[in-house]
């Protein structure tokens, strides 16, 4: 435990051979409380999802249930993804993760061409009527790229070429492709999360300076788009005083901001929530906070928040578990993707920060989003199980 700690994750027995030995199925147990922690959020998550949902299925669709006999659906399709993945030996996506992000690069370019929903282009349209979203995909290749990276170059991340170089130019094409969908809110994430990563992994802070200064001059050229500088200019003006425009850019903010007021310490109970009554527009998707707290009040939300950073603890538990540097670096990507996720929902739900289209993990409805982070959630799984094997 003492080598782990010391050193991120303790470096394989055996030296090379037992490094490149062919990986097998995952034979340990896996990390109960990690497991527990996903399911109860995702059982909150359905409960809420209902209670938030139903008036806008019933008015829009004629049928109370219809969200949420969806999100059913998704979540035992996320499921068995992540028991697939937890039984899934999570070596192997180090020899996938550089066919994987090219593959990712290629769907973020490919939904450029689709057509807009809500003013923005985020959505790859399938025949029959399902939909990708590529920037969910994203997340996950960029974390086991940065994996990869990180635990073949572990001696070298102090230096310029190995250190700071790949990694910024892996994070310049993601977020200059997501910033022209447009998604602030998921290249905001994606930067983040390669940001801390690159911090644990051991990129020397004075890199960091130069990557700020890139990362400037990087929006700089692209906020010149047409449409770009708007987009970002009108999202920061009506975070700043919604009620600049009270009946449009800034209804769903103050709609939110009423919910919560109107929640106190223990909320209207379950269920009773008035925001949802289509004033809050679709409150199953990004502002299903709110109906939250509306309904279970301060404390409800606090429960959630504690479960959230509980999940995100114990992912970096098992990181420092792992019996290799790039088990210990997917662990904590994948875990700190979920915080920094729910983080800023909260964030946006509160108005603390613009409003920027993010959804709260577990809780708001979508397909895509669901099933990824389940399935992602069991990789963290095979990390653990492989951890436990090897001290048995």
Known sequence: ????????????????????????????SIDVTFLVLVLLLVTFGLIMLFSASYANAYYHNNDSFYYVKKQIVWVALGIVGMIAAALFDYRWFNKLALPIFVVTLLLLVIVLFMPASNGAKRWIWLPGGGSVQP????KFAVVILFARLIAANQDRMKTFRYGILPFITILGMVAGLMILEPHLSGTILILSIGA??????????????????????????VIMIPGVIEYAASRIE????????????????????????????????????????????????????AIVCEELGFVGAAIIIILFALLVWRGFVIAMKARDKF??????GLTVQVGLQALLNICVVTNTIPNTGISLPFFSYGGTSLTMLLAQMGVVLSVSRRAALEKE
């Not at 782990?4 to 990986?23: F, N, T």
């Not at 088990?327 to 904590?332: E, I």
Request: aromatic share 10%; glycine share 14%; hydrophobic share 45%.
């Open 238 to 289: 009506h975070w700043l005083n919604p009620f600049l425009d009270p009946r449009g850019k800034g209804y769903q903010t103050i709609q939110s901001l009423y919910a919560i007021a109107s929640g106190g310490l223990m909320g209207l109970g379950l269920g009773n929530s008035r925001q949802k009554y289509l004033y809050i527009p679709e409150p199953q998707n990004d502002f299903i906070f």
């Open 1 to 28: 435990m003492d080598q782990a700690r010391a050193g991120g994750a303790a470096r394989p027995r055996g030296g090379r051979e037992h490094a490149m030995e062919k990986p097998k199925v995952a034979r340990g």
């Open 196 to 221: 801390i990563m690159m911090f644990i992994g051991g990129t020397d802070l004075k890199w960091f300076a130069i990557a700020i200064i890139c990362g400037v001059v990087a929006i700089g050229v």
């Open 135 to 138: 920037s969910e995909i994203a």
């Open 327 to 332: 088990g210990a670096m997917v662990a904590v």
